[in-house]
């Protein structure tokens, strides 16, 4: 499976971004999709994530600000970002958790970086 994501970028603090990140390839059984960010300095961190299933989880900071959603046509997830502040600032990797033949696997894409500025 590969992960091509896109629309990071710099904007101003209270702006908003759309994140997409769209997955091909030799797809089985994706149980979920979601999205990481890290920081310089920092480990990496769950931003948002959307089950197969419909359930979502994001990270206390981003609650109210950011939304997840899925076309599963495209298997393509988005992460809508709100309201940003700079210390959303960060590389965000989107991620593909999938059942396999051969067991679950975890996919990540090349990261894009949101920078916001104050």
């Known amino acids: 499976v590969q992960l091509q994501a896109s629309g990071g970028g710099l904007v101003q603090a209270g702006g908003s971004l759309r994140l997409s990140c769209a997955a091909s390839g030799s797809i089985f059984s994706i149980n979920a999709m979601g999205w990481y960010r890290q920081a310089p300095g920092k480990e990496r961190e769950l931003v948002a994530a959307?089950?197969?299933?419909?359930?979502?989880d994001f990270a206390d900071s981003v609650k109210g600000r950011f939304t997840i959603s899925r076309d599963n046509a495209k298997n393509t997830v988005y992460l809508q970002m709100n309201s940003l502040k700079p210390e959303d600032t960060a590389v965000y990797y989107c991620?593909?958790?999938?059942?396999?033949?051969?067991?679950?696997?975890?996919?990540w894409g090349q990261g894009t970086l949101v920078t916001v500025s104050s």
């Open positions: 959307l089950t197969s299933g419909g359930s979502t």
């Open positions: 991620n593909v958790h999938e059942s396999t033949p051969w067991g679950n696997m975890d996919y």
